[in-house]
């Protein structure tokens, strides 16, 4: 018996394909986020206060961006779209290439093939990275992009240098984390 001129009435290929495709997507952006440590801990006051030196700061640099890392990106993208909001073309051009970041490089699962040719995860990064700049350089809100990653790195760096590192927890050993020089004495 044959089948011509008919309309298959369920294509299980399709919608399943693409519930396995979104369902994957989403625990990979759950992991991603899983990085992101606790925002009570991050803005606890009882662990603020003035680094004693110059050297005591750039450690405390240096363990909070490595602690608070997802968090602290969080921030200066969040930054960066608030300052995209009088900029509307900006924004969505913004938006446009964050969905281009996750799906083509945060989302994969497989390698990226172009022409039966599988390109590099450095390929992909530094190219999404160099079409991000340009694409938002072209929208003519360049003072206003560099302005607010500028107030990101400086709201990350007196986060990073005010907040102590003694309480900070390692979860996957089990201890307290070692924050270089000044935690041995």
């Not at 350089?137 to 986060?159: Q, R, W, Y």
């Amino acid at each position: 018996m044959t089948n011509y001129g008919t309309i298959p009435t369920s294509s299980t290929a399709g919608p399943s394909a693409n519930i396995e495709y979104l369902s994957r997507a989403k625990e990979r952006i759950k992991e991603g986020l899983g990085a992101r440590r606790p925002w009570k801990l991050m803005f606890n006051f009882h662990s603020i206060n003035f680094p004693g030196n110059l050297s005591e700061a750039i450690t405390r640099v240096r363990t909070n961006v490595a602690y608070f890392r997802m968090n602290y990106a969080m921030i200066v993208l969040l930054i960066l779209f608030l300052s995209l909001l009088w900029h509307p073309i900006s924004l969505l051009v913004f938006v446009a290439m964050m969905a281009a970041w996750l799906f083509l490089y945060f989302l994969r699962d497989e390698p990226l093939v172009v022409f039966r040719r599988t390109i590099d995860d450095r390929v992909v990064l530094v190219v999404l990275g160099v079409l991000t700049i340009v694409f938002l350089l072209l929208t003519d809100a360049t003072t206003n992009i560099l302005v607010s990653l500028l107030i990101g790195v400086v709201v990350v760096l007196v986060h990073a240098s005010f907040r102590r590192t003694d309480d900070l927890y390692d979860e996957e050993s089990g201890e307290g984390l070692i924050s270089g020089p000044s935690s041995s004495s």
